[in-house]
T-cell receptor, first 114, second 113 residues
Framework: ETGVTQSPTHLIKTRGQQVTLRCSSQSGHNTVSWYQQALGQGPQFIFQYYREEENGRGNFPPRFSGLQFPNYSSELNVNALELDDSALYLC?????????????FGQGTRLTVV | GDSVTQMEGPVTLSEEAFLTINCTYTATGYPSLFWYVQYPGEGLQLLLKATKADDKGSNKGFEATYRKETTSFHLEKGSVQVSDSAVYFCALSDQGGYQKVTFGTGTKLQVIP
């Protein structure tokens, strides 16, 4: 059983550019969530995908968008990058139902916007 | 909305000292509660969890009890080690339509020999 994997691990982009981050969910998990963790802060929920559809969204602008594929892997896309988008982006996978549902996190992608 | 408040750090302890990191929460319904740990340069690892009132989660010598009456989930360990140095996040997950996790701001723990 493989865990949650994210790519790339580190990335540097210029303000105004677009970026795509990738996540492979843990085997058997059909739900993927994305979080943004600014330096020294707790992770903030961006959105969640369940069976290829957005299933919930946090307080992030529309330039943050995502996709989930039939194999439950996912992408996070950010357009028109701003300096404040510099953060660790975490992907988490889980089963969507059940009282004992827990999220398993990947190692994250460190995005730096210059 | 849901929120988690945890004590600010950093917390510096000597090896073998007793650890308490306070955590309180606000939520509608009956959330599941978690403690996650983040080692330097790494992602989040689930440390322990509790899914209903009075449950005690435990792992690696760490414990936390789900207290509905005080809306708390304090993390404790009887004897910390240098290897416990990390950032600890208290978190909750609602039981509604989707399992969004709401995190506290984290407490950095430094254990010195």
């Amino acid at each position: 059983e493989t865990g949650v994997t994210q790519s790339p691990t580190h990335l540097i982009k210029t303000r105004g550019q677009q970026v795509t981050l990738r996540c492979s969910s843990q085997s058997g998990h059909n739900t993927v969530s994305w979080y943004q963790q600014a330096l020294g802060q707790g992770p903030q929920f961006i959105f969640q995908y369940y069976r290829e559809e957005e299933n919930g969204r946090g307080n992030f602008p529309p330039r943050f968008s995502g996709l989930q594929f039939p194999n439950y892997s996912s992408e996070l896309n950010v357009n028109a990058l701003e300096l404040d988008d510099s953060a660790l982006y975490l992907c988490a996978s889980s089963l969507a139902r059940g009282m004992n549902t827990e999220a398993f996190f990947g190692q994250g992608t460190r995005l730096t916007v210059v | 909305g849901d929120s988690v408040t945890q004590m600010e750090g950093p917390v510096t302890l000597s090896e073998e000292a007793f650890l308490t990191i306070n955590c309180t929460y606000t939520a509608t319904g009956y959330p599941s509660l978690f403690w996650y740990v983040q080692y330097p340069g790494e992602g989040l690892q689930l440390l322990l969890k509790a899914t209903k009132a009075d449950d005690k989660g435990s792992n690696k010598g760490f414990e936390a009890t789900y207290r509905k009456e005080t809306t708390s989930f304090h993390l404790e360990k009887g004897s910390v080690q240098v290897s416990d140095s990390a950032v600890y996040f208290c978190a909750l997950s609602d039981q509604g339509g989707y399992q969004k996790v709401t995190f506290g701001t984290g407490t950095k723990l430094q254990v010195i020999p």
